[in-house]
């Protein structure tokens, strides 16, 4: 077996102490004499993986008991659609568009009602964070949304936008659990696991209960409507039950290496590594203003295409995989998600050197 260093943005790399946990209790889960994968969502067993899974979460998140904590579905693209039909009651609502999934989400908005988008960095390909700290909020609007971290442009709100006394909307797919969050300053924080969390196929949704109500716009189906899984525990119907499981032991580990404040302090530290060699090289240059750049991906070019590819080629054959940048931004991009050690960054920009010095 040869594991390689996998900066992919997602599906992404999880921690290999997980990934060793789940393949022995993969024939025989606690005495059950059977898999999560074949096991009832209804049982006992389940309704333990899944209670615990959100207690951890609570407890790593500090989660207020007004909030709900949501399984569900659909991935993060199914909430561009189900936010706007749950919470859009005066049918208005304020988009800050910083990068594709913002203006995705900004887009499936507009079919349900006005969506405004009141501040946005597209001018400069996304590349940073516009100041948001007085937007012409609509008087009127239901939300203002955000993405809190913009996996493809590797930028990050440092700040939250001051929405007026609006609820705050987040998608925080790509920054999930990668630092402490103040869970009481937004209506609803989701995200896509399959970034920093666990496998793909779930989304989790903490939204405040005042939120969760029958109102929602007309013809919304009931799969869709946040009360629904609310009421059921997120076991209106089968959920994505191996995922929840996958993902509460995270939380698990997330827990024993110290929680958020240490995944911030590690975070920093691995990023770091990366950005101080970015500013420093010859050939490499970042590409987010460095005061918004994300912890979690890291974008860099060299500023040729054709040097580019062989760099991303010349690593993949080193074991440093999934280097591609995104189309839209060309390049390379490095996501250094929770689970990618340290010495997954360092191997990176040793890497680099060697490659810079090649190719003076
Ligand atoms: C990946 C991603 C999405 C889309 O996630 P899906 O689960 O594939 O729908 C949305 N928002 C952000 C910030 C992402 O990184």
Redesign the pocket.
Known sequence: MSRVFNFSA?PAVLPEEVLKEVADEMLDYNGTGMSVMEMSHRSAAFQEIIDTAEKDLRDLMNIPDNYKVLFLQG???QQFAMIPMNLMKNKVADYIVTGQ?AKKAYQEAQKYGKANKIASSEDKTFSYIPDCSDLPISPDADYVYI?E?N?IYGTKFKKLPNTKGKTLVA?V??CFLSEPVDVSKYGLIYG?V??NIGPAGM?IVIIREDLISEDVLPGTPTMLTYKTHADAGSLYNTPNAYCIYVCGKVFKWLKSMGGLEEMKRRNEEKAKILYDFLDSSSLFKGTVVPEDRSLMNVPFVTGDKEMDAKFVKEATAAGLVNLKGHRTVGGMRASIYNAMPKAGVEALVAFMKKFEEENK
């Open positions: 997602g991935g993060a693209s999934w993405c971290n996996t998608d797919s790509s896509g399959q970034k989304v």
